[in-house]
């Protein structure tokens, strides 16, 4: 089953490099090309489900979007990034291109509802919603490295892990979300005692997904934390991928059709027939 195709892996490498610039205590100058962002429907959706892994609330009417049309940048004081919140008028600036990006939207989303202004915490950013958001190198740096497990913790094969896979709207239809739908891959230890997943040497991926059917597309999620593979007593890990129902154009966008949906940890899948997904 194919994992990796090379449009996902440009886009992850775009994602990396151009990461969130997330928090300005004082609002940069707006970019000249920015425009107000009309909200998509399914912001409301992802707002809360940023609310319920990080167990805060906020509003989201009461943040000011903006968007840059057509370009996969932002420029701030920071030169170019993918997008930024700035606490000083609770501002969320988003490249237009990645709008519908749910782990840079989520990540952004998060900023607006912890509203710390000393850049991204483990707790919140690579444990309570890690899989929500994407956590890039500039997160990662601000982060820390993740706590050492015990050299006594037992080491398992990903096999040893119980996985599922599902879809949010359950039925995706373009009616539902403008289309956005999501696909969600959940890793569950089941042993009553706490785990580290020997990865697969070389590997360059934990969770993953493909969609096979009349068209396929299939992508993973790299390992930006090695934290992802220490499982405590009965923890469930989970990743999010978005999609839209459209013209297949790019890696995220899916024609309607009827797919086997496959969830992928490391070496190990499961997968679900006869999803249909929109018209």
């Known amino acids: ?7 996902f892996r440009r886009m992850i490498a775009l994602l990396m490099i151009i990461a ?3 928090t300005k ?3 940069p100058m707006l970019d000249p090309r920015a425009v107000e962002l009309s909200l998509p429907a399914v912001y409301a959706r992802w707002w809360s489900m940023v609310e319920n892994c990080s ?9 000011s979007w903006y968007q840059v049309p057509n370009s996969s940048t932002v420029v701030d004081n920071d030169g170019e990034v993918s997008g930024y919140w700035s606490p000083a008028s609770n501002r969320i600036v988003l490249a237009g291109n990645l709008i519908l990006i749910g782990s840079i939207v989520r ?18 950013f690579l444990g309570r919603c890690a899989g929500v958001v994407v956590c890039g190198a500039a997160c990662l740096a601000d982060a820390g490295p993740p706590p050492q497990p015990d050299i006594n913790v037992a080491r398992i094969n990903s096999s040893g892990l119980t996985l599922t896979v599902s879809t949010v709207p359950q039925f995706p239809k373009s009616t539902v979300d403008g289309g956005v739908f999501t696909v969600i891959v959940t890793a569950t230890n089941p042993r009553p005692f706490p785990v580290v997943v020997q990865l697969t040497q070389n590997s360059g991926h934990t969770f993953g997904y493909s969609l096979t059917g009349a068209l ?17 007593a009965g923890e469930t890990k989970t990743q999010y991928f978005d999609f839209s129902i459209g013209s297949p154009s790019s890696q995220r966008v899916v024609a309607p059709a009827i797919y086997r949906i496959f969830g992928v940890y490391d070496a190990t899948s499961v997968s679900v027939a006869n999803v249909t997904i929109g018209p």
């Open 1 to 7: 089953m194919p994992l990796e195709s090379i449009r």
């Open 20 to 22: 969130p610039a997330c």
């Open 25 to 27: 205590i004082v609002d």
């Open 55 to 63: 167990g805060l609330t906020g509003s989201m009417e009461a943040v």
């Open 107 to 124: 990540h952004e989303m998060l900023h607006a509802i912890v509203r710390q202004t000393n850049g991204h915490s483990r707790e919140y």
């Open 216 to 232: 396929g597309n299939a992508g993973f999620a790299g390992i930006s934390d090695i934290g992802v593979a220490y499982f405590a």
